[in-house]
């Protein structure tokens, strides 16, 4: 059960005509309105009797009926918003506590369980909420069978036409807060409204069709308006005031002759409705347009006025009728295989597309800086210092100085240094063992190889001594 509907005009898109269509027993009340910059036009109504029952006839045989109907009127609108019948409705009353909007809704789906004496699942429910004091509400329950509903959209079909919404014609009639009594083809509605609608029943044999002539039983509506107030919570029925009758003018005025006498000791006030004030929709009316269930319907609707209870069963999406069609064994089975794997095929490129638009981000925040640093690192690449800095030359002389004693025993007379690493050595020594001690110096210094003693010459002091050895490193301690 779903406790508010809501009414969306063809598929998202905003209708400017709209045929109105009011069944009443064997009798279909029609109105074709045009809305143009803020006002309505009246352009075709019809009235006819049908010779068929929508319900228990073959819905092709009544669908064509209804379409010859329309053509005789020269009707070609398809969209159409049609009033069923009060008498389908079932209707049940509840209190609601203050609740959050999920456990008032599920409260509402065990009410209409335990209330209604079919299964639920077989009705189009919808509620309507009037407030009682500042933490309870009223609640009023209407329902109408499947069944009923499944019948009407063949036979709309059938006629070409193309359903919008399913309402009531008390409905459409009375929004204002009054009690309502709508005179029709074979009973008289009720319906009282504060705010929401509070109650809501049809009177059936309130009316009697005797060889042609329609008798209205005034006293019989009388005592079931009573009736019907004595059912509601005190500080409700308290703030009925008026009594507004809505039909035919001569049975109207008879009710309401029967009404004044029973209700206005009581400070009622009763009134017959012959025409729809000027602020009634919030829309321009047309002049002299009569109150009909059918134009109110469809005047509403054009005005964007959502319905008190939409009777209209959801259509299902295409997944949903993939789902009824395929929900069964194997592919049931394979399709949730397949819908896991998709899922997580699509989770995983969510991931990776969430981690690039992060990227992005971070790099559009540094990227201006990171030119600029790139910038700055070219300049020093074009211009830092040719040399090196790490004076190898110096480096190696100050080596071989180490390696020398300080006592003179070994001088060196001239040191020649080719391709920054061949080093040459060559000077005089007090003996060959002071030569010797200079080359395991050397040869203990990192990076020096290839020490080797390429002269030597005289057995006396001094001595003649050639060596050669690499620098490794460059120069680098």
């Known amino acids: 059960m779903k406790p508010d ?257 029973k209700f206005g000791p009581a400070g009622l006030t009763v009134e017959v409705v012959t025409a729809y004030a000027p602020d009634e929709f919030g829309i321009v009316l047309p002049v002299g347009a009569s109150v009909s269930p059918a134009f109110s319907l469809a005047a509403r609707l054009l005005a964007e006025q959502k319905p008190v209870f939409e009777f209209l069963p959801p259509k299902p999406n295409f997944l949903e009728q993939f789902v009824a069609k395929y929900s069964s064994g194997r592919l049931r089975t394979t399709g949730a295989i397949a819908a896991g794997v998709a899922a997580v095929v699509i989770l995983i490129f969510l991931v990776q597309q969430i981690q690039l638009w992060s990227l992005r981000s971070q790099w559009a925040k540094i990227e201006t800086k990171v030119g600029q640093l790139e910038s700055i690192q070219d300049n020093i690449r074009q211009y830092r210092p040719w040399f090196n800095t790490t004076f190898p030359n110096l480096a190696i002389l100050r080596q071989v100085s180490l390696a020398f004693p300080e006592d003179g025993a070994v001088t060196a007379k001239n040191i020649t240094i080719r391709d920054g690493n061949q080093v040459t050595c060559s000077g005089t020594a007090r003996d060959n063992s002071a030569v010797l001690a200079v080359e395991a110096k050397l040869i203990a210094v990192p990076g020096v190889t290839g020490v080797h003693r390429e002269q030597s010459r005289g057995n006396k002091p001094p001595i003649q001594f050639v060596f050669s050895f690499k620098f490794n490193n460059g120069g680098a301690e």
């Open 5 to 261: 509907f809501k009414f969306k005009f063809g598929k998202g898109k905003k209708l400017t005509s709209l045929l109105g269509l009011a069944l009443d027993g064997s009798r279909l009340d029609g109105v074709v309105l045009k809305r143009v910059n803020g006002s309505l036009q009246l352009l075709q109504t019809f009235s006819v009797t049908l010779t068929l029952d929508p319900l228990t006839a073959a819905p092709d045989l009544v669908g064509r009926e209804i379409r010859n109907h329309l053509d005789a009127a020269g009707v070609r609108e398809r969209h159409c918003v049609l009033g069923v019948p009060l008498k389908w409705v079932l209707t049940a009353q509840t209190e609601l506590p203050p609740l959050p909007e999920a456990d008032a809704v599920s409260l509402l789906q065990m009410e209409a369980e335990r209330s209604f004496h079919t299964d639920v699942t077989t009705l189009q429910i919808g509620n309507s909420r009037t407030a009682l004091t500042a933490d309870k509400k009223y609640i009023l329950l209407a329902a109408i069978p499947h069944p009923h509903l499944a019948a009407l959209e063949k036979v709309l079909v059938a006629a070409k036409l193309k359903p919008v919404s399913f309402g009531l014609a008390a409905n459409a009639l009375q929004t204002k807060d009054a009690l309502a009594l709508v005179i029709g083809e074979t009973n008289v509605g009720i319906q009282i409204t504060h705010g929401g609608v509070a109650a809501l029943r049809a009177l059936e044999g309130a009316l009697e069709n005797e060889a042609g002539r329609r008798t209205l039983h005034t006293d019989l509506v009388a005592r079931e308006t009573r009736i019907t107030l004595g059912q509601l919570p005190a500080e409700l029925r308290a703030t009925v005031k008026r009594i507004r009758i809505f039909g035919p003018r001569e049975l109207a005025q008879q009710l309401t002759d029967e009404m004044e006498l």
